[in-house]
């Protein structure tokens, strides 16, 4: 089992609609964990860190599960500018971060 | 601010010819990363620095690959010979230490092997 498994993608879905993506990680022992948001043949760059909370930013929403071990993104009203690849990452302190393969986004007009 | 920059951006060789990747991370950033992306993969983690110290390279294939940042600012990470299944992206990203702050990653070096 790989240590971050993602939704395998790719998300077609309407300007306008809500669109969920999940993530499950399979060290107890993470301690941070983050969505990235790469543009295709761009660099990965961070679209928001994920708290025990849950938080929000704008369109963005995102939770998390320790006990499940989950990680959600959920984005409203989908622009035509979400459209990317989104990375889950997790990490553990004096470790490394792991990355996710990615689920890929397309919105369409 | 200058963000993380990498050279060259495209890299063409021949198989088992050698070849360079060069990065200067964000000032002040003492973690650096290398990874490798393969199409429609993330990133995988070749070698960590803390400063000039590699605190993490169980990932490199040390058989062909080698890295080194010397006085703890820039990096070049090398492969020689470099085989077809080495064709990918090259990244290279910096953080602030402490664990767990948010990484900069630089444009990549997208490599081609013939």
């Known amino acids: 089992r790989k240590e971050v498994e993602q939704d395998p993608g790719p998300f077609n879905v309407p300007e306008g609609a809500t669109v969920a993506f999940n993530c499950t990680y399979s060290?107890?022992?993470?301690?941070?964990f983050f969505w990235y948001r790469q543009d295709c043949r761009k660099e990965p760059k961070l679209l928001m860190s994920?708290?025990?909370s849950g938080n929000e930013d704008g369109r963005f929403t995102a939770q998390l599960n320790r006990a499940s071990q989950y990680i959600s993104l959920l984005i409203r009203d989908s622009k035509l500018s979400d459209s990317a690849t989104y990375l889950c990452?997790?990490?553990?302190?004096?470790?490394?971060?792991?990355f996710g393969p990615g689920t890929r986004l397309s919105v369409l007009p | 601010e200058a963000g993380v920059v990498q050279s060259p951006r495209y890299k063409i060789i021949e198989k088992k010819q050698p070849v360079a990747f060069w990065c200067n991370p964000i000032?002040?950033?003492?973690?650096l990363y290398w990874y490798l992306q393969n199409l429609g993969q993330g990133p995988e983690l070749l070698i960590r620095?803390?400063?000039?110290?590699?605190?993490?390279d169980s990932q490199l294939p040390k058989d062909r690959f080698s890295a080194e940042r010397l006085k703890g600012v820039d990096s070049t990470l090398k492969i020689q010979p470099a085989e077809l299944g080495d064709s990918a992206v090259y990244l290279c990203?910096?953080?602030?230490?402490?664990?767990?702050?948010?990484?900069?990653f630089g444009p990549g070096t997208r490599l081609t092997v013939l």
């Open positions: 000032s002040g950033h003492n973690t």
């Open positions: 990203a910096s953080s602030a230490s402490g664990g767990g702050n948010e990484q900069f």
């Open positions: 620095y803390e400063n000039e110290e590699a605190v993490d």
């Open positions: 060290n107890s022992a993470s301690q941070s």
């Open positions: 990452v997790v990490n553990t302190y004096g470790q490394n971060f792991v």
């Open positions: 994920v708290y025990s």
